[in-house]
């Protein structure tokens, strides 16, 4: 920061003291100014503080319901969608997988003699019990 | 800056009460602080609407002081609020071109011989001094009526101001030096200064 030089501070004194001294004095002022200043004070009376601090209440209300709605949003179990991805893929495997049961039993039964055994029992009983016969 | 008299009371106790609507605190803050008030308007603006601008400043103390939060620095805030209804008042002058100037050489007229007698010098350096204030810019009239005449550190004129205190101290160097060199211009030597 620039230093602004003071050669001589008892100059300046002197000019501080005889601007002091010399000073324009401002005129008196009329007898009625406090009057007239009190009567605008009057005119414009402010709230009380008790008044201003009532709308403090509502807003408090408001605040709390906001955060209260927010928090409940907030914990709220958010959906799992990657757990959704993977329960759909097992389903449609299963369907997939049942379907071709449905289709092409003989595919499971080979690969299972008593099930096999277990097939040939219900066809041959059906064959046996067909109306047809 | 805490002051007590009057009613035995601080700016800061009256203050407070008048945050609580107490008109009575008001009043004694006016009473003790018009005449600063008076006297810095009129060594910034003059005597032109000077009553107006009394009760302007006081108005908007009174209006504002409820968002006072630093009750104890009322003064400063209170010096604020005066320069700001002089650069108010300075922009109302520009803009409409009345004539601040006028009063200032209201005393001058008055005076045939100013040396005659040890009042009329009185009053011919008073005239001289206010129309060299006058010759100021607004900024630089700011700084040496705060530090020079009222008699505030050059801190709070920061503060009252909104500067920091370097260009404070660099204003009041160009203002002092302005107004010395107008001094010397009106005939007003060194020799005068000295003997006051």
């Known amino acids: 920061m620039r230093q602004f030089p003071n050669p001589n501070p008892d100059k300046d004194e002197k000019l501080v003291q005889f601007l002091r001294h010399y000073r324009p004095i401002a005129p008196t002022p009329p007898s009625d100014l406090e009057k007239r200043v009190m009567a605008m004070v009057q005119q414009n009376p402010r709230s009380s503080p008790v008044s201003r601090k009532l709308w403090i209440i509502p807003s408090a209300i408001t605040a709390v319901l906001c955060l209260a709605w927010g928090g409940s949003r907030w914990l709220e179990p958010t959906p799992n969608f990657a757990s959704q991805e993977t329960q759909s893929q097992e389903l449609a495997a299963f369907l997939v997988d049942n379907w071709q049961n449905v289709a092409d039993p003989a595919v499971n039964l080979h690969a299972d003699p008593n099930l096999v055994n277990q097939w040939q029992a219900l066809t041959h009983s059906e064959m046996i019990t067909s109306p047809s016969d | 800056m805490l002051v007590e008299n009057l009613t035995g009371k601080t700016d800061k106790t009256l203050v407070i009460q008048c945050q609580q609507g107490d008109s009575g605190s008001f009043r004694y803050l006016y009473q003790r602080y018009q005449a600063k008030v008076r006297s810095t308007l009129y060594q910034l603006c003059g005597n032109n609407r000077l009553d107006d601008l009394v009760q302007e400043v006081f108005?908007?103390?009174?209006?504002?002081?409820?968002?006072?939060?630093?009750?104890?620095?009322?003064?400063?805030?209170?010096?604020?609020?005066?320069?700001?209804?002089?650069?108010?008042?300075?922009?109302?002058?520009?803009?409409?071109?009345?004539?601040?100037?006028?009063?200032?050489?209201?005393?001058?007229?008055?005076?045939?011989?100013?040396?005659?007698?040890?009042?009329?010098?009185?009053?011919?350096?008073?005239?001289?001094?206010?129309?060299?204030?006058?010759?100021?810019?607004?900024?630089?009239?700011?700084?040496?009526?705060?530090?020079?005449?009222?008699?505030?550190?050059?801190?709070?004129?920061?503060?009252?101001?909104?500067?920091?205190?370097?260009?404070?101290?660099?204003?009041?160097?160009?203002?002092?030096?302005?107004?010395?060199?107008?001094?010397?211009?009106?005939?007003?030597?060194?020799?005068?200064?000295?003997?006051?």
């Open chain 2, 59 to 196: 108005l908007r103390v009174w209006k504002g002081i409820p968002k006072l939060r630093e009750t104890a620095y009322f003064s400063t805030w209170l010096y604020r609020i005066t320069w700001n209804v002089a650069t108010d008042e300075r922009r109302q002058f520009a803009k409409y071109g009345a004539s601040v100037a006028e009063d200032l050489t209201e005393v001058e007229t008055r005076l045939s011989r100013p040396q005659d007698s040890p009042n009329l010098m009185q009053l011919h350096y008073q005239d001289v001094i206010q129309r060299g204030l006058q010759s100021l810019s607004l900024d630089h009239r700011a700084v040496l009526v705060l530090h020079d005449l009222e008699d505030l550190p050059q801190k709070e004129v920061a503060e009252i101001l909104h500067l920091p205190t370097g260009t404070v101290k660099s204003r009041l160097f160009y203002a002092r030096q302005a107004i010395r060199t107008f001094l010397q211009q009106q005939g007003v030597h060194n020799a005068s200064i000295s003997e006051s």
